[in-house]
C-alpha cells in the first residue's frame, strides 16, 4: 500500500543522492533482466515456465517505464543501459528451459534483498513508494517460482538439522576457534550462509559456461573462464564445509547449458551480468563474514572476497576499455570549478 503524503505535500522535492543511486542502479540492472527474460522467454517449450517468465518480464518492464517516468519529470538523463538491441534472438537455445525458472529463481531472490536495502535508504516517499512495491512484486515472484521448482524437482532445499532441547548460553572462547584442534559444529546461521553461497555460485557457474561457449573476444573468454574457476572454487570449498559435518552438501541438478556456440546475447550484456554477478558475490559473502563465528570460516570468506575484488577490477577494466561501462552520476567536482 502507497504510503501516505502528509498535509503539507511534498512539492519541488529533488532527489537525493540516495534516490539517485538507487533508481539508477536498479534501472541498469532491470533492463538487463528483461533482456535475459525476453530471450528465455522466446525460446521456452515448457508451458508451465513461459508464463512465469512472461510475467517476470512485464514487471520488469513496468519498473524500467516508472523509473524513466520519475527521471524524465526530474530532467535526469534517462540511463542508456540494455535493450533489445542486446539480443540476438534468432540464435540458437543457449540454455535448456529448467535454466530459466532458474534465472528467475535466483534474480528476484536477489532482488529481495537489493530492494530492501535500496529502500530502508530513501526518504522521497513516492520512490519509497516504488521500491516497497518491486519488494513486494520480486517476494511474489519469488514464491511462485520456489513452488514451480518444488513441483518440478529441481529445488535443492537447504539442510535440515535437529531443534536444540533447550536455550543455551556460549560457555567457552573456544566458540569461536576453527583454525587449529577440534572445530565445534556449525551454527544455523553459518549453515544456511554456506548453503545459499553454494547455490548462487552453481548459478554462475552454469551462466559462465554458457558465456564461454558463446563469446568469441579472447579476452573476455578467459575472463569468463577465470570467474568460473573462482565460483567452482568457493563450491568445492563449501561442499567440503558441509561434509565436514556429514551434511552431503549440495549438488547441481543437471546440465542446463545446450551446445550451441552461436552468441544470443551482446558482449556488453554478457559483462554486465557478471558485473552485476560480481557486485553480489562481494555484498553477500562480507554478509556471511560479518556473522561468522568461526575463525576459518572468518578466515576463507576474507579471501575469497579478496579474489572476487580482484576478478572485479578485471572486468571493470575490460568494460571500460570497450565504453560499456555506464558512469554513475557523480557529485558536481568543486575542485574543478574552482580551478577554472
Known amino acids: 500500500m502507497p504510503i501516505q503524503q502528509s498535509e503539507a505535500k511534498q512539492v519541488n522535492i529533488e532527489f537525493t543522492c540516495t534516490e539517485i543511486g538507487g533508481l539508477w542502479s536498479v534501472y541498469i540492472q532491470e533492463s538487463m533482466s528483461a533482456c535475459f527474460l525476453t530471450y528465455f522467454l522466446h525460446h521456452l517449450q515448457d508451458a508451465e515456465i513461459a508464463p512465469l517468465a512472461k510475467e517476470a ?51 528476484n531472490r536477489l532482488s529481495m534483498i537489493n530492494f530492501a536495502f535500496t529502500a530502508s535508504n530513501n526518504v522521497r516517499l513516492d520512490v519509497l513508494d516504488f521500491f516497497n512495491e518491486c519488494i513486494h512484486t520480486s517476494t511474489e515472484m519469488f514464491g511462485k517460482t520456489v513452488k514451480m521448482m518444488l513441483d518440478k524437482g529441481i529445488y535443492d532445499r537447504p539442510p535440515k538439522m535437529d531443534y536444540p532441547k533447550k536455550i543455551e548460553y556460549v560457555q567457552k572462547k573456544s566458540f569461536l576457534s576453527g583454525m587449529l584442534g577440534q572445530k565445534r559444529p556449525l551454527n544455523a546461521i553459518e549453515l ?44 568445492q570449498l563449501f561442499n567440503g564445509l558441509m561434509m565436514e559435518e556429514n551434511l552431503l552438501g549440495t549438488v547441481t541438478v543437471g546440465m542446463e547449458v545446450t551446445p550451441s556456440t552461436i552468441s544470443p546475447f551482446s558482449d556488453k550484456l554478457i559483462m554486465t551480468m557478471i ?66
Do not use: C
Request: glycine share 2%; no cysteine.
Open 57 to 107: 518480464l512485464e514487471i520488469a518492464k513496468d519498473r524500467l517505464a516508472k523509473m524513466k517516468q520519475l527521471f524524465m519529470d526530474e530532467n535526469f538523463p534517462v540511463p542508456v543501459a540494455l535493450s533489445d538491441g542486446d539480443v540476438n534472438l534468432a540464435a540458437p537455445p543457449l540454455f535448456r528451459d529448467s535454466f530459466a525458472l532458474s534465472f528467475i529463481y535466483m534474480m
Open 275 to 340: 558485473t552485476v554477478l560480481n557486485a553480489v558475490d562481494i555484498t553477500l559473502i562480507s554478509h556471511a563474514l560479518a556473522l561468522a563465528m568461526r575463525t576459518d570460516l572468518i578466515a576463507n570468506y576474507s579471501k575469497i572476497i579478496a579474489e572476487v575484488m580482484a576478478y572485479a577490477k578485471s572486468t571493470f577494466d575490460a568494460m571500460v576499455e570497450r565504453k560499456w561501462l555506464e558512469q554513475p552520476p557523480l557529485v558536481t567536482d568543486r575542485q574543478e570549478l574552482i580551478r577554472s
Open 192 to 235: 544456511s550462509e554456506i548453503f545459499f553461497n553454494i547455490e548462487r555460485n552453481y548459478f554462475s557457474v552454469i551462466i559462465m559456461l554458457g558465456f564461454a561457449q558463446v563469446v568469441n573476444d579472447r579476452e573476455l573468454k578467459e575472463l569468463i573462464i577465470r570467474g568460473k574457476r573462482i565460483s567452482e572454487k568457493q563450491i
